[in-house]
Every structure is written in structure tokens, then in C-alpha cells.
């Protein structure tokens, strides 16, 4: 199913529809201020699984997940001061942080360490969508294993087939990855670098 929904001012009852799909335990395709992104609700384990499988990756290489903001950040993180200051400025924005997680993340979407990568994207509908369903959703790009990441939302169906519930069409992103940085002992380094400039 195709949900197309305004990048500007996001529908409301569209947003509550797709919210109500991923609060049900189903996966949905949504667009990012990066890519289009594959996502659940973070507290479905079996819907994280799933995704596991339709990426085919282990789950010793957990996905990042999005945050409605700072605020929220601070219940799935820990955060020091140092860190703070930086993602106040950057966020929202292209980056993916890594933190150690608190209680809150399921284990499956933890490292050994215990650390996991959180983002606030710079996109009305990711907004909209993790603001209305009040949790976390998981963020991994919407592709499959040795493919592109489409660009037109009906690619995204004959992709996936049956195996997403919703496709947002959100219009066009950028189609570059965020960057990813870790901030793990007030030590940042650039895992991968994305559409985020770094340094700032």
C-alpha cells in the first residue's frame, strides 16, 4: 500500500494511519532527509527480526533508530554534556550517533558494548511519525542485499513485495547516507561519512 503524504505539512490523518500500521507490528517504508528508510516500531521484537532477515544481516550489526529529539534521545541514550552540545547543533540533521544505551533499547538493537546509533532526521514525515507513535523507530535503508535503493515509491512495492506494509511517498530525497559519528567516551570519530559535513 502507497501512503502519499505532503514533505511539507504532513497530513495528519495520513500520518495516523501509517502509525497505526507500524503500531500493529507492521514494517513501512518512509522517507528520510537522507534516504527512504525501512523501519518498526522499537519495542516489536518480531518485527525487528524481520527486518533482520530482509536484509540478511546478523543482528551483531544492529540498525540505528530514530528519535522524535533531544528530549527523546536522552531516554534510549547517555548523554554528557559534551555530547549534548554537539547534537543540539547538528540535530536534527544527516547524522547518526553512537551512544551507550540505556535500559530502554531492546538487547537485539544493541552492540556487545552496548551502545546503539540514534538520528534525528530532518524531515517533516519521519517526524510526524515517531512524534504521533510516541517510541522509536527502527531506521535502515530500504534496499535489499546487492541492490540500489529505489527512488520511486512503486519501486519500493515491486522490491518488497509483500513483505512491508506501507510505503510512504514523501517526494524526493537526497539518496545519500547519513554520517555516522561516534561520540563514545567524548571521543568523536567518523565511522562513515555521509551527507553530514564533519568536522563542524
Known sequence: ????????????????????IIASGGL?????????????????KKSIEKIYRLKQRSQ??????????LTDIAQYAKISKFAY?????????????????????PQLMLTKRHECGLRVPDHPITLALVTALGRPVINTSAALEGQPIPTDPQDFVDLFKNQVEAVIDGGFVPGKPSTIVSLIDDNPIVLRQGRGPWPV
Open 28 to 44: 513501512v517504508i518512509y522517507p528520510t532527509d537522507t534516504q527512504y528508510g525501512l523501519g518498526c516500531d522499537l519495542t516489536q
Open 85 to 105: 552540545r554537539i547534537m543540539k547543533r547538528l540535530l536534527p540533521g544527516p547524522y547518526t550517533f553512537i551512544l551507550s544505551g540505556t535500559k530502554l533499547v
Open 60 to 69: 551483531k550489526t544492529p540498525f540505528s533508530f530514530v528519535c522524535s529529539g
Open 1 to 20: 500500500m502507497i501512503i502519499t503524504i505532503n514533505p511539507d505539512n504532513p497530513q495528519g490523518r495520513l500520518i495516523s494511519r501509517a502509525v497505526e
